[in-house]
């Protein structure tokens, strides 16, 4: 099955600089690549996502991009704000069934903590 | 608020007990999603309905099950419950299944286990 690895599991930038957090997916046929946000006590909420047919997508000061062929994908925060701190989940969306069913990969985390 | 809600917000029982989570989705999402979050493990996919039938399963133990309702609110039952079982027990809807539509979570279910 689909297996999902996220890097790194803690990272502490300073307000106003850059994060990029990365994860590995195993299934080349995965297609489609959630970036999910939980801060402290709340629910997990999609912030960016892309598919498969796509390299890069932006949206405002966070941006996604995708290398099917080296199976990495990788969320960019740029010019981090104290509210960005939060715990940032990827997950790739696999078949695990030859009638379509789809399930969510979930990486393991990592943690943003923005220094002001 | 995503306008899925989870029932209870908080649950503390006993070793070998049963309980049950309920979930009700966002208006006019058919399909249901349940995950289990531990404190070392992330989100694990436990299983997945789809207009009352069960579509996908993942890691779920036997010792769980799931069920979606006509009415599309969905229970999770976890019985002979174990230390290890405690967690935070998400629920997510869609619109569908289909691929890219995006899952809305509820606020939790935190479960502890004594």
């Known amino acids: 099955g689909e297996n999902v690895e996220q890097h790194p599991s803690t990272l502490s930038v300073q307000e106003g600089d850059s994060a990029v957090i990365k994860c590995t997916y195993s299934?080349?046929?995965?297609?489609?690549f959630p970036w999910y946000k939980q801060e402290l006590g709340k629910r997990p909420q999609l912030i960016i996502d892309?598919?498969?047919?796509?390299g890069e997508k932006k949206d405002q000061r966070i941006a996604v991009t995708l290398n099917k062929t080296a199976k990495h994908f990788s969320l960019h925060i740029t010019e981090t704000q104290p509210e960005d701190s939060a715990v940032y989940f990827c997950?790739?969306?696999?078949?695990?069934?030859?009638?379509?069913?789809?399930?969510?990969?979930f990486g393991t985390g990592t943690r943003l903590t923005i220094i002001p | 608020d995503s306008g899925v809600t989870q029932t209870p917000k908080h649950l503390i029982t006993a070793t070998g007990q049963r309980v049950t989570l309920r979930c009700s989705p966002r208006s006019g999402d058919l399909s249901v999603y349940w995950y289990q979050q531990s404190l070392d493990q992330g989100l694990q996919f436990l299983i997945q309905y789809y207009n009352g039938e069960e579509r996908a399963k993942g890691n779920i133990l036997e010792r769980f099950s799931a069920q979606q309702f006509p009415d599309l609110h969905s229970e999770l039952n976890l019985s002979s419950l174990e230390l290890g079982d405690s967690a935070l027990y998400f629920c997510?809807?869609?619109?569908?299944?289909?691929?890219?539509?995006?899952?809305?979570f509820g606020p939790g279910t935190r479960l502890t286990v004594l």
């Open positions: 997510a809807s869609s619109v569908t299944f289909r691929t890219y539509n995006e899952q809305f």
């Open positions: 299934d080349s046929a995965s297609n489609y």
């Open positions: 892309i598919r498969s047919n796509v």
């Open positions: 997950a790739a969306k696999s078949q695990i069934s030859n009638f379509g069913n789809e399930k969510l990969t």
